[in-house]
């Protein structure tokens, strides 16, 4: 197998086969090195996929190669000749184009108006809407995602927006297209589809640069494989050379699962009681997103809630923190119905939530550091409509030390973390509440292999084995066999199976309807 020390690096590979590459690239942000001069090559008409946990660098590098930033020193070089993007225009009228990891769509323009905002198609008395709305049809029905041009993409869920992102970027016809975790926030329907048009645009010519988490996923797709590790390019080698372990080990050092259920504690009492609750669906109020479903979480005990889009996870740990309303059964806290209570109130009452979309919904960007991690329990260093600057630097300094945040300071900009950061933050500010029960939806999306196992150690060590009960949702199936000591199946609305902690991955994806490829 491959390694850093065996194989040299894409620039060193054949010359023709290279259509984009980065020569001696470095970017500083001050004091912060976030590229050290490194090579890094795009293929012709294959996938080039770039692995590396959070803060590696590898967001930084895809800006610098499609225009959004400029690099400190070393050069980019399109087919043989170097260029400098001052902008994405410049990049994009050359062919280079990116999806970016964090969405970057107008949430009350509808989809056609997004996918065409900047670029409008000019008709003879001005925009031409409606082959702008026919080719908006087109692009959704490529993607098998049948969106109406029309729809305002703030009603869209988060995995169809992703798809408007895609769309947006396809539209384009790019010769060169990075896709920075493309597939954070789809279903395996939706990856399949993606995946379909990757190859379709590898058959036509086009280079892929994609970035991912999901490492099994990504294998699947990949033609090459680089790692990014602290700025600096650590291995590269083709598909056929590696394996999964490869990765993790080029990644982050060692070879590590994402932890197992902590054991040394009594489960206490039923903290939640979900008593036959149902959800409508807002698009169709008549029908049932989770549909007379029980369940019982205990204290100090893990439950992974795991199904495939659709199957509402996402609407049933939202109505449990208030967030939709209920059409039918009752949220029980330790005994006490909280059905009627606002999202304040229950988190005044001992039950929080993260968020599956931090950055819209779990953090304030405008904020420091420090803002974002005591807005949630403001009340308790406020009175009189007067806030205890000691008291909230304390709560601020105790969570960032019990949560293991890498950060400047409280007074650092939110944007400045990680992404695995940015959501120890989310994990954070719940936690400064002093919850009885945490509901987490999809806590590991879009960060790296390494912050996933720091996050679920947190929630075994620092929330479980604290007496806290704790659910958290997952769309990949090997988290469900991480730290959770029973998994729950939904599928349609409806619980379709509950496990112990010895379940294989076949059984998990069998009972979600989801088919098992040997």
Request: a negative charge.
């Amino acid at each position: 197998m491959a390694s850093s020390s065996s194989r040299p690096a894409p620039a060193c590979e054949p010359v023709d086969d290279i259509v984009l590459s980065a020569r001696d690239v470095a970017k500083s942000f001050g004091s912060v090195h976030a590229l050290k001069t490194v090579n890094f090559g795009v293929y012709r008409g294959q996938v080039t996929t770039l692995f590396g946990e959070n803060g590696a660098g590898k967001s930084t590098l895809m800006k610098i190669l499609s225009g959004v930033i400029q690099p400190t020193s070393g050069e980019i070089v399109l087919e043989g000749e170097p260029v400098r993007f001052a902008s994405t225009t410049d990049a994009q009228r050359l062919g280079i184009s990116i999806i970016h990891q964090e969405l970057s769509l107008a949430p009350n323009l509808s989809v056609r108006d997004n996918i065409f905002m900047g670029r409008e198609i000019k008709g003879p008395t001005g925009i031409d809407y409606a082959e702008e709305a026919r080719q908006t049809r087109a692009l959704m029905e490529e993607l098998d995602e049948p969106i109406d041009p029309l729809t305002p993409v703030e009603d869209l869920r988060l995995g169809q927006q992703q798809i408007v992102e895609i769309a947006r970027a396809l539209s384009v016809n790019s010769r060169i297209l990075i896709m920075d975790e493309p597939t954070s926030a789809l279903s395996a329907t939706e990856v399949e589809v993606l995946f379909r048009v990757i190859r379709d645009l590898k058959s036509r010519g086009v280079s892929i640069v994609y970035i991912s988490h999901h490492l099994e996923e990504a294998l699947l797709i990949t033609d090459h494989a680089v790692v990014l590790r602290d700025g600096v390019m650590t291995a590269y080698a083709r598909r056929a050379d590696i394996d999964l372990e490869w990765i993790v080990r080029n990644m982050v050092g060692e070879n590590f699962d994402l932890g197992s259920p902590p054991t040394g504690h009594a489960l206490g009492e039923v903290a939640l009681s979900l008593e036959d609750v149902s959800v409508a669906d807002t698009a169709v109020p008549e029908r049932s997103v989770v549909d007379h479903l029980s369940l019982e979480v205990r204290a100090g005990e893990i439950v992974c809630i795991y199904g495939l889009m659709g199957a509402g996870r996402t609407e049933l740990l939202e109505c449990v923190a208030g967030r939709v309303p209920l059409s039918g059964g009752r949220v029980v806290l330790e005994g006490e119905d909280v059905s009627h209570l606002s999202i304040a109130e229950r988190i005044a009452k001992g039950l929080v939530l993260v968020p599956e979309d931090r950055q819209r919904d779990g953090l304030v960007q405008t904020m420091s550091v420090g803002e974002n991690l005591s807005l949630a329990s403001i009340k308790a260093f406020t009175r009189w409509l007067l806030t205890s600057g000691s008291r909230e630097r304390g709560v601020v300094d105790e969570s960032i030390a019990n949560v293991h945040i890498k950060t400047d300071g409280p007074r650092a900009e939110i944007g400045s973390l990680s992404g695995g950061n940015q959501q120890k933050v989310v994990i954070g500010k719940m936690l400064a509440t002093h919850p009885r029960v945490v509901v987490l939806d999809e806590p590991s999306r879009g960060i790296d292999i390494g912050a996933k196992a720091e996050v679920f150690k947190l929630l075994a060590e620092g929330a479980a084995k604290q007496g806290l009960a704790v659910i958290f949702s997952t769309s990949e199936v090997g988290e469900c066999l991480s730290i959770a000591h029973r998994i729950v199946v939904m599928s349609r609305g409806h619980i379709a199976a509950e496990f112990g902690a010895d379940v294989s991955k076949e059984q998990i994806m069998a009972a979600s309807g989801e088919a098992v490829v040997a």
